[in-house]
């Protein structure tokens, strides 16, 4: 049982920002970092809780010949229809909140962090305890540019990908409703040192281990 309560930080940002290699630099510096993605990745794994609750309503047509799901069917089935996808949306996010919220509770770091790419838009749906919630930032065109770079680096259609975008809360409105603000407009080194000022004016201890 953990005698003192961590302090509980949310890492966020929208697709395009640089909020995955702001994680890969607050694990080189030695700080625990549940990520939500690979939560989900792993609920997806047959057997797991997730992938009973997936089946259990979406029915075993969503499944490959060997009993795993298929995410390209499944994805079939949501796309056009709203209350499918908000159905699916709603069974991954509790699932994945439940997971974060165990996380928290059983470590044994004074300073604890969340990768949540969608926090600002699931909060309200959701209990998870937090104590701050860090953005990582670009301007929308800057965004859409990098955006638009490495979808064809990627081989994928551009406007596609940028779709995405309209379907989260806007870069600008995310700005209002954090407590810290990482710009990550400049270079990568600029980026890390600008993690550790904030890390240093939030007098959180980094460590190298």
Do not use: C
Request: net charge negative; no cysteine; aromatic share 8%.
């Amino acid at each position: 049982m953990m005698q003192n309560k961590p302090r509980v930080i949310v890492i966020t940002g929208s697709i395009g920002t640089g909020k995955s290699t702001a994680v890969y630099f607050l694990k080189k510096l030695g700080f625990n970092v549940l990520d939500s993605d690979k939560i989900v990745h792993e609920g997806y794994n047959r057997g797991s809780t997730l992938y009973k609750k997936i089946l259990d309503h979406f029915g075993e047509e969503i499944l490959t010949k060997d009993k795993t799901i298929d995410r390209q069917k499944l994805s079939k089935i949501v796309f056009n229809d709203e209350e499918k996808l908000e159905k699916l949306n709603s069974i991954v996010h509790g699932y994945v909140y439940e997971k974060l919220k165990d996380g928290v509770e059983n470590t044994s770091d004074d300073v604890i962090f969340l990768d949540i790419p969608l926090i600002l838009e699931t909060k309200d749906s959701f209990e998870l305890p937090y104590d701050e919630v860090w953005l990582i930032y670009v301007s929308e065109e800057i965004q859409r540019k990098r955006l638009r770079e490495r979808a064809i680096k990627e081989n994928k259609n551009p406007e596609d990908v940028l779709k995405i975008i309209d379907k989260q809360i806007s870069i600008e409105d995310k700005v209002t409703m954090v407590d810290e603000v990482i710009n990550n407009e400049g270079s990568i080194v600029e980026l890390e040192e600008n993690i550790k000022k904030l890390l240093q004016k939030k007098g959180i201890g980094v460590s190298y281990g």
